[in-house]
């Protein structure tokens, strides 16, 4: 099977800070969208309260967890962790291990029910990431790009994806994409799409 080269980006200073800046403000822009929303809807729900009592209701994240553990595959694989702060937010760190690399990755995502359906979730979210790298790097079979001894690397990610509670036992599993922008100590960039696998214990 032929072994096809991922596509490497070489791109100056002033077109990296550029792109840093314009996804940051687009996905900040929709967080706090999604957040004044979250508010207006609370502060009704408590006038609403005043004049006649009303069911709460049901969580925007009906996944029934505050903190899961797991395992990540596919593209950046290795462990990850994920803790709700609210209903509808959570913080999720992934540590990518490979034999000859490592990563850290902090994420900020927000939760949409997803058809309806309890347990089943949308999120979608921004972050950034470390990584260090001495070899090459594989993502699904496909080498990718490579770092001397010693390069460093920083980046910006997103993340949108779609994961199910399992009502039965105490297990998430989510599909996902998480793509990043990297820049590298020797002056390179990266693009990468990221798709990730997970299996997580919740509690």
């Known amino acids: 099977m032929t072994i096809r080269k991922s596509k490497r980006i070489v791109m100056n200073t002033?077109?990296?800070?550029?792109?840093?800046?314009?996804?940051?403000?687009?996905?900040?822009?929709?967080?706090?969208?999604?957040?004044?929303k979250d508010e207006k809807t609370e502060a009704e729900l408590s006038a609403s309260s005043l004049h006649y009592p009303v069911k709460p209701s049901l969580a925007i994240n009906t996944s029934s967890y505050n903190t899961?553990?797991?395992?990540?595959?596919?593209?950046?694989?290795?462990?990850?962790?994920?803790?709700?702060?609210?209903?509808?937010?959570?913080?999720?760190?992934?540590?990518?291990?490979w034999p000859s690399a490592l990563s850290a990755?902090?994420?900020?995502?927000?939760?949409?029910?997803?058809?309806?359906?309890?347990?089943?979730?949308?999120y979608y979210g921004i972050g950034g990431h470390i990584a260090t790298q001495t070899d090459w790097v594989y993502y699904d079979g496909v080498r990718g790009y490579r770092r001397s001894n010693g390069d460093f690397g920083v980046g910006i990610d997103g993340i949108f994806g779609l994961e199910y509670k399992i009502r039965e036992v105490p297990i998430a599993v989510s599909l996902d994409v998480k793509p990043f922008l990297e820049v590298t100590t020797n002056g390179d960039a990266y693009l990468a799409l990221d798709p990730g696998l997970g299996i997580k214990f919740t509690f």
């Open 14 to 36: 002033k077109q990296i800070l550029s792109a840093f800046i314009l996804f940051t403000f687009s996905i900040g822009g929709v967080l706090a969208s999604d957040n004044k």
């Open 68 to 97: 899961a553990f797991g395992v990540r595959g596919l593209g950046t694989s290795g462990l990850t962790i994920k803790h709700f702060t609210s209903n509808s937010r959570a913080i999720e760190g992934i540590i990518g291990l």
């Open 105 to 122: 990755t902090i994420l900020f995502e927000r939760y949409v029910n997803a058809f309806d359906e309890p347990g089943l979730n949308w």
